[in-house]
Nanobody, 119 residues
Framework: QVQLQESGPGLVKPSQTLSLTCTVS??????????WSWIRQPPGKGLEWMGA???????YYSPSLKSRTSISRDTSKNQFTLQLSSVTPEDTAVYYC???????????WGQGTQVTVSS
């Protein structure tokens, strides 16, 4: 059973960088051919895919967030990390990490973590 757990600060000030980590257990983030994504849901809105890091280490980003987003990984800890720079209150959302493969739906999700951007 694969489990994902998000961690990071729940409150970030405007203009700062939001940093979240997803810790994966029950499976390796380097296993072919899985992709490990960050997804968020602002209050009252739908899910938004932000980006992913592949089993190979390649990264992919949403065009709308690409200039502010960086995803990296630590294979020794079986973790991957999201950094979102220059945050504004519009970045307030529940942030999820999830596993996917190709065009298949995400099969495992973290429980989500609330991040609020406020001074």
């Amino acid at each position: 059973q694969v489990q994902l757990q998000e961690s990071g600060p729940g409150l970030v000030k405007p203009s700062q960088t939001l940093s979240l980590t997803c810790t994966v257990s029950g499976g390796s983030i380097t296993t072919n051919y899985y992709y490990w994504s960050w997804i968020r849901q602002p209050p009252g809105k739908g899910l938004e895919w932000m980006g992913a890091i592949a089993y190979s280490g390649s990264t992919y980003y949403s065009p709308s967030l690409k200039s502010r987003t960086s995803i990296s990984r630590d294979t020794s800890k079986n973790q991957f990390t999201l950094q979102l720079s220059s945050v504004t209150p519009e970045d307030t959302a529940v942030y999820y990490c999830a596993r996917g493969r190709g065009l298949d739906p995400f099969d495992y999700w973290g429980q989500g973590t609330q991040v609020t951007v406020s001074s």
